[in-house]
């Protein structure tokens, strides 16, 4: 049988009580235990039943919970909540009860109420200050009432009774630092008594007082009747709650709702008044031999596992990868004989207020394995898996005996970085406690390294990537620019070339003429000079036709639509065959002088491929709009581009993809589906 108990925290004595009893009972009974502590978690409706750890994942037989130490109580009607987490397994309640489950409920209220008169009636006390829990706890509300209910009902015999109430959170440091704080804000107050709602407090207010000197000492009460309540000086005079019988029933109980045998659906358990030194009474305690025995060798483990655990705490601050994490938790869990270990990292962080069930989702990775003081360096090749896996497999050694293991979440923050199980002597349990919000952050920092590490090593990758891709483009942009320049001493050869082949012989030509007809005796004929007129006229149209084509000034008078309508039709005569033109963009399109020219070029080389390479029979030019877009397309029937085209871009194409990449324009030559080529040039947000 595998009984499952939930609680706040194993750092305080109340629960380690409770928690001893139930797992001593649990070894004689040979039932399996495991203890879930669920600290730093807001038990709020919305969330309490998301940060149980289910049935599923533990195969449990029935639940114990120890209701009085969880925050916002009062909210804990939640049967439905907790049988969408535990289905039909029985469930347990100690302290307070919840609505639909049986319950262990301890009766205080006639223990509480001998308390208080003993303090008014014995000692003449009238003044009080009451130290009670969180307002949020069912038992820090319960008491704090009934202390003032008694307080007012000796009123009407003592009408010199006061009592001031204050908030110490139910621990030590908490009562101490609001005893303080009371006591600075009221000097002149007179205060007779402190009546604690829990022995820590008590002990926190007289530590108070043992620092304080120079503050008058008051009679001082506590609740629980916890082991450090009999040992401390003075001893304390507190309200028996009998913990060592509460967990033997709790766990007779559960064991019987397994079973399915009848109980009470709510079982009561009195508590006693224990007077001793605190109240100002001379009740001494008195110790045998065995007892100090046994304080003095409780005292010196907590005193030696405080220190290693303390040095364990500083070692993590050293520990910044799992290897060394794994290396420092063996070496100080030696030293402190914890046979059974295990350290889980979630593989994905979860924040503490996630709506579902923090573990339906998450893998977990073992960090550190040790079970039956065996330590595992590669537990299961610590590949990833569901934490229900994880702890059968864990569970697997040793089955023949019932294991004892406690279970926490390991939190960082908000988050919710990991968990960890342990079996340890009571003397380590709240040193292990704290020592797990150390791995918790460990853990934490380890992660994000490894994320530091990860965006570095991309960032890296990325600037290696971007670099390459400049220099490629570097590279690429001075191939192209000496292309270019190639191109221009080209275009100077060939216009020289041409002024040289074309126009200078027409030049000379008329020149020799003019020359023949000076030499003439007879006048020159009408004819003779028709003939002369018309080679001047063919030259002049020729000069202008280079002009034209080394820079078409009308670009800048008439635009860029009157040029490329221009350039179309001096491209058809030339051919001979139809170059057709359309402009379907407003004339108001705003672009600028390098823009035009470069289009202009950009259209130009293309027809001149298309009269030089395509054999086509048409060509056509289209100038439009899509959206804000300025978009150019030159399209033929011609032959296409063949597939050493593609492989070997000449000095045109490369000249007008070079001249689109300088406007920032999309160039984009292809072959059409019915044959011939396209090219497209487009211009975004233009308009």
């Known amino acids: 049988m595998r009984i499952g108990l939930v609680l706040n925290i194993l750092d305080e004595e109340f629960q380690i009580s409770i928690y001893t009893s139930i797992k001593q009972n649990a070894r004689k009974l040979g039932v399996e235990l495991i203890c879930f502590q669920l600290d730093n978690v807001d038990f709020t409706p919305s969330n309490f039943a998301a940060s149980l750890p289910g049935k599923k994942y533990f195969q449990l037989d029935g639940i114990i919970i120890l209701t009085s130490v969880m925050t916002e109580a009062y909210n804990l009607k939640l049967a439905d909540d907790l049988k969408s987490v535990w289905g039909d397994v029985p469930v347990l309640t100690v302290g307070q009860p919840i609505e639909g489950y049986p319950s262990i409920l301890i009766q205080s209220d006639q223990s509480m109420k001998q308390m208080i008169e003993h303090l008014i009636l014995e000692h003449k006390y009238r003044h009080f200050l009451f130290v009670g829990g969180t307002k ?12 003032k209910q008694i307080i007012e009902e000796y009123k009407s015999v003592y009408n010199d009774l006061s009592y001031e109430i204050i908030c110490g959170y139910f621990t030590e440091r908490g009562a101490a630092f609001a005893a303080e704080r009371f006591f600075e804000e009221n000097p002149d107050k007179e205060i007779d008594a402190v009546v604690c709602a829990n022995d820590n407090m008590a002990i926190g207010v007289l530590k108070f007082f043992r620092i304080n000197k120079n503050k008058k000492e008051c009679a001082v009460t506590g609740f629980d009747d916890i082991p450090q309540s009999r040992i401390v000086m003075p001893s304390i005079t507190t309200v028996r709650q009998p913990l060592e019988k509460i967990g033997e029933q709790a766990l007779k109980n559960i064991i019987s709702l397994v079973k399915k045998e009848q109980i009470p659906e709510n079982c009561f358990i009195e508590s006693d008044l224990v007077i001793r030194e605190s109240c100002g009474c001379n009740k001494k305690q008195k110790w ?14 907590s005193e030696q596992s ?5 040095r364990f705490v500083q070692e993590l601050n050293y520990c910044n990868e799992d290897v060394k994490l794994k290396q420092q938790i063996n070496i100080n869990m030696d030293f402190i004989d914890v046979n059974d270990l295990c350290v889980l990292r979630f593989n994905e ?27 595992y360096e590669n537990f299961l090749e610590n590949k990833s898996q569901k934490l229900s896996d994880f702890y059968i497999n864990y569970t697997e050694f040793d089955k023949d005996n019932p294991k004892y293991l406690n279970f926490k979440f390991l939190t960082s923050g908000n988050l919710v970085v990991g968990c960890i199980f342990y079996n340890a002597q009571n003397e380590y349990l709240s040193h292990l406690t704290s ?6 952050q460990t853990i934490f920092r380890i992660h994000e390294l490894e994320e530091r590490k990860r965006h570095a090593d991309y960032l890296e990758a990325e600037v290696n990537k971007r670099t390459k891709e400049l220099i490629e483009a570097n590279d690429k942009r001075m191939e192209v620019e000496a292309e270019v320049l190639r191109i221009s001493e080209i275009e100077r050869q060939r216009f020289s070339t041409d002024l040289h082949d074309d126009i200078c012989q027409r030049l000379a030509g008329i020149s020799m003429l003019c020359r023949s007809y000076s030499n003439q005796d007879e006048p020159v004929e009408k004819q003779q000079m028709i003939e002369l007129a018309q080679l001047i006229s063919d030259t002049l149209q020729t000069t202008r036709q280079y ?7 009308e670009l800048d008078s008439l635009g860029l639509n009157h040029s490329l309508s221009n350039l179309c039709n001096s491209f058809s005569k030339q051919v001979g065959f139809y170059c057709d033109y359309e402009w379907n963009v407003d004339e108001k399109v705003n672009l600028d002088n390098i823009q035009k020219l470069n289009i202009f070029r950009i259209i130009q080389e293309a027809l001149h491929n298309v009269g030089k390479h395509a054999r086509a029979k048409t060509v056509s030019v289209t100038v439009t709009r899509e959206k804000k877009n300025f978009v150019i397309s030159i399209q033929d029937d011609g032959i296409g581009i063949t597939d050493a085209g593609k492989n070997k871009k000449g000095l045109g194409l490369k000249s007008m993809e070079y001249r689109a990449n300088q406007i920032g324009a999309r160039f984009k030559i292809s072959n059409r589906k019915g044959g011939g080529t396209s090219v497209l040039i487009e211009l975004k947000n233009i308009f």
Do not use: C, W
């Open 136 to 147: 949020q706890n069912i038992d820090a509300r319960n008491r704090e009432r009934l202390f």
């Open 288 to 301: 045998t031999d065995s007892f100090l025995q046994q304080m003095q060798s409780n005292y010196l483990i």
């Open 306 to 310: 405080q220190r290693l655990i303390t």
């Open 349 to 375: 962080f979860v924040p503490l207020s996630a709506p579902e069930n923090i573990l339906d989702k998450i893998d977990v990775t073992p960090v550190y394995v040790k079970r039956n003081g065996i330590f």
């Open 435 to 440: 020592a797990s919000v150390s791995i918790a």
């Open 547 to 553: 002009a034209h084509n080394s820079y078409p000034v």
